[in-house]
């Protein structure tokens, strides 16, 4: 399935960001069907950012998922982030915590997050 991410926040970001930021999502969701959405959230996502901000990504996944599939994962990330020149932040949350946690961080990805793909 290819990528599509499209958001006026992400025409901000440099080409190497793009490229880099299509690939892992392509990638990571062709790979692992287990992952439901992917937001981009922070300084980004804000447009708010200064010179060589990185990308804060959070995957929301619809199971717990084990340390070897989120270094498989972290992997991939790293791949993309050595080819492009570009800094990437990721985060890997079941979709019962970032539905039902009460946490400061997660009210803030949810009110200003900005979702950049989404299973089905």
Do not use: C
Not at 10 to 31: A, C, F, M, P, R
Not at 41 to 60: P, Q, T, W
Not at 80 to 99: G, K, Q, T, W
Not at 100 to 107: E, N, Q, R, V, Y
């Amino acid at each position: 399935m290819k990528a599509n991410i499209t958001h006026n926040a992400l025409l901000s970001l440099n080409y190497n960001e793009q490229i880099g930021l299509n690939g892992i999502v392509q990638e990571l969701t062709d790979k692992f069907q287990f992952i439901k959405k992917v937001i981009l959230y922070g300084s980004k996502a804000r447009v708010d950012f200064v010179g060589d901000s990185d990308i804060d990504l959070l995957f929301i996944l619809e199971r717990e998922v084990s340390r070897l599939e989120k270094s498989e994962m972290s992997d991939i990330i790293y791949d993309y982030e050595l080819a492009n020149d570009i800094v990437i932040s990721a985060i890997f949350i079941p979709e019962h915590e970032f539905r039902d946690k009460a946490s400061i961080f997660l009210a803030k990805v949810r009110k200003e997050g900005i979702v950049i793909w989404s299973r089905g």
